[in-house]
């Protein structure tokens, strides 16, 4: 179905057949936010599972023949033969709406998973798509050898459009509320998020979108491996001749920018296995930042007032004390004016001038993470520095929406975790079959 110059395109998936299984039993955060415990968790909750193909494990006796990946492939096949997954009757765009909250505020994000047209895009340096943060090679490496193994798409990738008129966002709502959409499935998942699917079929809703979204911009706001790894799969099917795979489009996730509930929320920085002396550490920086003493248990708020005048940090240290540090410095005008705003944001000044001048931390040990754990959660993060887990943490604030759309568009990168997209989009709602 898919027009001229579209890059939106609509899709038959496999979704969960609501006979044998209950849907929130299935489902799961993306791969790259699971961990051990709650992949066992995830595998204690269904033997159907998205985990088993999404992100499986691995045993002491895994070979070339027998691994995660072929596992993968034998789950998929076997749960297609048993009814456990059933394919669409049509080609359809799927509206997502998730309801959640924070802190104690309700919010609402809407959006649509469709298949993005890969042949109207090279890579993520072209017109159709950007990305805002840099990848690393062994994540695509395991994401490409899932999509090799089982030729299928089991998670979206989260991409955002801009949408100043706000078109895509009220005929997505208008969908929902003049009955053009139907429900497939709602559930609310283990930390309170309501998740909510709806199948537009409807032929003029569909090209309507497609018109209204074909010569726009997307920028991916979440799933940069993901993206990358399909654009490798699509070039080695092609290199390769491989006959029967259809490689040419990716299963993505649309969100219109212009909306409430668009939320980033900050990734703070803890430091691990490196001994940090406050007073030496506080000598080393006060050329480059204002240093403001606070108590550490208004540290988290006080670091986002202080965000709202310039780029600040919240500095935690376990010999108690905690600190404001507001940046003093003006980034100077750059002969690339991209590149001097991407240096102004909060995350590369953290990186230029706290992690790798003050503490030696190098681009190396940054991209390793030899030094550094990433924490979504303030509260989290205080339990590891009194526990001593880490030595230190820094608190940020989150990026904007507006500077990552800017970063983005200039093809420049900001540094690994500067962004945390929130809630995430769940996996195993529609899975996306590269054959047949």
């Not at 044998?20 to 269904?46: E, G, N």
């Not at 997505?172 to 559930?187: G, Q």
């Not at 219109?256 to 509930?261: E, F, K, L, V």
């Amino acid at each position: 179905m898919e027009e001229a110059g579209a890059k939106v395109l609509p899709f038959r998936p496999y979704i969960y057949n609501s006979e044998f299984i209950d849907i929130k039993d299935v489902v799961s955060p993306p791969y790259d936010v699971i961990d051990t415990k709650l992949q066992d968790s995830l595998y204690k909750k269904s033997g159907f599972n998205i985990i088993r193909l999404e992100l499986g494990k691995e045993f002491a006796g895994d070979s070339d023949d027998d691994n995660r990946y072929s596992r993968a492939k034998r789950f998929f096949k076997d749960w297609i033969s048993e009814g456990i997954l059933k394919l669409e009757a049509e080609d359809s765009i799927y509206i997502y709406v998730q309801k959640f909250y924070i802190d104690g505020i309700l919010y609402e994000r809407t959006g649509f998973i469709s298949l993005f047209a890969l042949n109207t895009a090279g890579d993520v340096h072209d017109n159709s798509i950007y990305g805002h943060e840099m990848t690393l090679s062994k994540p695509k490496e395991d994401r490409f050898k899932l999509m090799e193994a089982t030729k299928a798409n089991f998670s979206p990738i989260f991409s955002i459009l801009e949408d100043n008129k706000l078109n895509v966002l009220n005929i997505l709502n208008n969908s929902i509320k003049d009955a053009v959409a139907t429900k497939i499935m709602a559930f609310q998942d283990d930390s309170n998020i309501e998740h909510i699917l709806y199948r537009v079929s409807e032929n003029n809703t569909i090209k309507y979108i497609q018109n209204e979204t074909a010569e726009k911009s997307f920028y991916i706001a979440d799933g940069h491996h993901r993206f990358e790894a399909c654009v490798n799969f699509r070039d080695y099917v092609r290199k390769n001749g491989i006959k029967g795979v259809n490689a040419d489009a990716c299963m993505m996730y649309f969100a219109p920018a212009n909306q409430r509930g668009l939320i980033i929320l900050p990734t703070h920085r803890c430091i691990v296995n490196k001994k940090v002396e406050v007073e030496a550490f506080l000598n080393k920086i006060k050329a480059d930042f204002n240093i403001r003493e606070v108590d550490l248990e208004v540290l988290p708020e006080e670091t986002k007032k202080a965000g709202q005048t310039g780029a600040s940090f919240g500095f935690a240290h376990n010999s108690g004390k905690s600190f404001i540090l507001s940046f003093k410095n003006r980034i100077k005008d750059n002969e690339v004016a991209g590149k001097a705003s991407l240096e102004s944001l909060d995350v590369s000044i953290l990186e230029n001038y706290v992690l790798k001048k003050a503490l030696k931390i190098s681009r190396d040990d940054i991209d390793n993470q030899r030094y550094l754990i990433y924490e979504k959660d303030a509260s989290r993060a205080l339990e590891k520095l009194n526990s001593g887990a880490v030595s230190a943490i820094f608190f940020m604030n989150p990026a904007k929406i507006e500077d990552v759309i800017k970063t983005a568009s200039q093809n420049l990168r900001m540094p690994q975790k500067s962004t945390f997209f929130y809630p995430k989009i769940i996996t195993g709602l529609t899975i996306n079959l590269l054959t047949g």
